[in-house]
């Protein structure tokens, strides 16, 4: 089966210093790859999704960038975080029709 | 577009009260449609799904009923518990044009023993 593996789980980062998430899949391949953020209380929002190595949809502009290394590696960055970056991190995936699967996510404070 | 539009919460419930969650969605073919849960301090899994009209999808005492005719998957269960406390994300995966999911906002339920 599918796995997400995403690190780290927590991570809290000043103001204005870099961010580097990454996660990697297991169990497939060539799959949609997706960076959501869910802030305190509120739903998913997708921030990027990927069909395949190099290609990149960016949903909504903002402080964050992505890319997609290799098949099954998917990487959130950002070069001078902000406190509004704040939130839960989830990293999903899906395979054609069938399912999504997700990683553990990562909490990000910025202080 | 395709979207997919939740029910605004928080939804606050008494145990074993019923509990709909509607969910509606705009897609174009034939989409798949998921309910996804996340439990506190945890990931999402997925709940149940359904892939064709007229399909219910169940688990853990939750349903929902593939309804094409009103583009709608509402997610019911007949008495909740405590432990049903959680985020409910209706979802569905577009079959056209590249597979791609796409999410609601998220209902979050709080159960009151």
């Known amino acids: 089966s599918q796995t997400i593996h995403q690190w780290p789980a927590t991570l809290v980062q000043p103001v204005g210093s870099p961010l580097s998430l990454e996660c990697t899949v297991e169990?497939?391949?060539?799959?949609?790859l997706y960076w959501y953020r869910q802030a305190a209380g509120r739903g998913l929002q997708l921030l990027f999704y990927?069909?395949?190595?190099?290609?990149i949809s960016s949903e909504v502009p903002q402080n964050l960038s992505a890319s997609r290394p290799q098949d099954r590696q998917f990487i959130l960055s950002s070069k001078k975080l902000l406190l509004s970056d704040s939130g839960f991190y989830l990293c999903a995936g899906d395979r054609g029709s069938t399912e999504a699967f997700f990683g553990q996510g990562t909490r990000l404070t910025v202080v | 577009g395709n979207s997919v539009t939740q029910m605004e919460g928080p939804v606050t419930l008494s145990e074993e009260a019923f509990l709909t969650i509607n969910c509606t969605y705009t897609a174009t073919g034939y989409p798949s449609l998921f309910w996804y849960v996340q439990y506190p301090g945890e990931g999402l899994q997925l709940l149940l799904k359904a892939t064709k009209a007229d399909d219910k999808g169940s688990n853990k005492g939750f349903e929902a009923t593939y309804r094409k005719e009103t583009t709608s998957f509402h997610l019911e269960k007949g008495s909740v518990q405590v432990s049903d406390s959680a985020v409910y994300f209706c979802?569905?995966?577009?079959?056209?044009?590249?597979?791609?999911?796409?999410f609601g906002a998220g209902t979050r339920l709080f159960v009151k023993a």
């Open positions: 979802a569905l995966i577009r079959n056209t044009g590249g597979f791609k999911t796409i």
């Open positions: 990927s069909v395949g190595i190099g290609q």
């Open positions: 169990g497939t391949s060539n799959p949609n």
